[in-house]
């Protein structure tokens, strides 16, 4: 049973253009959701955070998006750099869960110059 | 900033051996560690929680006699691969949390190749 599902497994971007990175989720109890990236053969860095009680954050050129009645969350990435291709992973928590966070299966980010 | 650090970074070994693999927090305190396992081109699998001075909370169909976790404090825990298998070579990463917030972060991973 997948609860959080990145159903595009790779994307390819020409720089300066936008990347959009889809993640949608199955749980409506979710409450917390985060954007990792990671390159291989390393650990996944911390993007991004959204609380269920948001629609939006914004950090610099990465904003993510919530639309909890469609179950659905965005990362976007305004300008893309060719230093953005990587593996995004987004992940989903529940509330008194102890953290425990279920990923996605991750997107492969391609940003050509 | 919140730095998670792990050690090795790359263990080879023969089947049938024993491996710890070490995870600490440097610049912070960290209530809960996380350890998971990825295969190739496959998403995080949480193998397991740890929280400090208690017994670990393993995922389902993950064996905890194999995969002993030890989470003596709040600034390391440790994984340690049993009797290890050809099977069980994989990329192993911890992740850390402060207490009061979901965000994880991530060591650099471990590479483990049993021969």
């Known amino acids: 049973d997948q609860q959080v599902k990145q159903n595009s497994p790779s994307l390819s971007v020409q720089e300066g253009r936008i990347s959009i990175l889809n993640c949608d989720y199955t749980?409506?109890?979710?409450?917390?959701f985060l954007w990792y990236k990671k390159y291989p053969a390393e650990g996944p860095t911390f993007l991004i955070s959204?609380?269920?009680?948001?629609d939006k954050n914004e950090d610099g050129r990465f904003t993510v998006f919530l639309n909890k009645s469609a179950k659905h969350l965005s990362l976007h990435i305004v300008p893309s750099q060719p230093g953005d291709s990587a593996v995004y992973f987004c992940?989903?928590?529940?509330?008194?869960?102890?953290?425990?966070?279920?990923f996605g299966q991750g997107t492969e980010l391609s940003v050509k110059p | 900033g919140a730095v998670v650090s792990q050690h090795p970074s790359r263990v080879i070994c023969k089947s049938g051996t024993s491996v710890k693999i070490e995870c600490r927090s440097l610049?912070?305190?960290?209530?809960?560690m996380f350890w998971y396992r990825q295969f190739p081109k496959q998403s995080l699998m949480l193998m397991a929680t740890?929280?400090?001075?208690?017994?670990?909370?393993?995922e389902q169909g993950v064996e905890k006699d194999k995969f002993l976790i030890n989470h003596a404090s709040l600034t390391l825990s440790t994984l340690t691969v049993t009797s290890a298998h050809p099977e069980d070579s994989s990329f192993y990463i911890c992740?850390?949390?402060?207490?009061?917030?979901?965000?994880?972060?991530f060591g650099p991973g471990t590479r483990l190749t049993v021969l």
């Open positions: 992740s850390a949390k402060r207490g009061g917030s979901d965000t994880q972060y």
């Open positions: 749980n409506s109890m979710f409450d917390y």
């Open positions: 959204i609380s269920s009680i948001k």
């Open positions: 992940a989903a928590s529940k509330y008194n869960q102890g953290g425990k966070l279920i």
């Open positions: 610049d912070f305190q960290a209530t809960t």
């Open positions: 740890s929280n400090e001075g208690s017994k670990a909370t393993y």
